[in-house]
């Protein structure tokens, strides 16, 4: 995909973009034209900021990463924007395996979601403070292959093993979890932790 469809997929504007890339927006402008190949530098700014993991909004609820992830739901239900959640509450939606620590969801518009959280007391998280709802810049993708479950809105199983397997950390055991139980989360040349898929896969066959 080119970068000014990345850009457009994401709902970032050219000059947002171009800011965050510290290029100018004549500059941006010219390479999404094709009129400018961008060096190597900034093709590594480019796609730092078209990161979806990229300047996340970390907030804090305070009930717990379900509590927040309900919160959303709600004002999902009150004003008809899309969300879909990711990492751990999607993880043990599908699997029931490891208790949430934070609600991760993909998002259009994160301002306005954040305005409407702050109705039912959602804040910003402070320097240093664990959030427990992290709003990510959601591309059209991941919009529109979400899909209900319990109420809620998830991604994809692939895009969730995708996700839980880049974070790493506690994150390596949902994905392997999410992996070995749903067929549909498997996707080819996915690179997942050895000793977390192991584990996993003796638990599970553990308990058949």
Do not use: C
Not at 44 to 71: I, K, Q, T
Not at 111 to 116: F, G, L, M, Q, S
């Amino acid at each position: 995909m080119e970068w000014r469809d990345r850009r457009v997929s994401m709902g970032i504007s050219q000059a947002a973009l171009a800011r965050a890339a510290r290029i100018s927006r004549t500059a941006l402008s010219l390479i999404e034209n094709g009129h400018m190949r961008p060096s190597v530098r900034t093709s590594r700014a480019l796609e730092r900021a078209l990161d979806p993991f990229s300047d996340p909004v970390r907030l804090v609820h305070g009930g717990g990463a379900l509590a927040a992830a309900e919160a959303l739901r709600d004002v999902a239900r009150e004003t008809g924007r899309a969300y879909a959640l990711t990492l751990d509450v999607a993880a043990w939606l599908l699997t029931r395996y490891q208790t949430p620590a934070t609600a991760w969801a993909y998002v259009r518009a994160r301002e306005a979601w954040t305005a409407r959280l702050r109705r039912r007391s959602v804040r910003k998280a402070a320097s240093g403070e664990r959030a427990d709802l992290v709003l990510l810049r959601a591309p059209d993708d991941v919009l529109a292959d979400a899909r209900p479950h319990e109420g809620f809105m998830l991604v994809h199983p692939r895009r969730l093993v995708q996700d839980s397997a880049r974070l790493g950390g506690r994150h390596a055991l949902d994905a392997a979890r999410v992996y070995v139980e749903l067929r549909e989360a498997r996707s080819p040349g996915l690179r997942l932790d050895p000793d977390a898929l192991l584990k996993v896969y003796e638990e599970v066959v553990a308990s058949t």
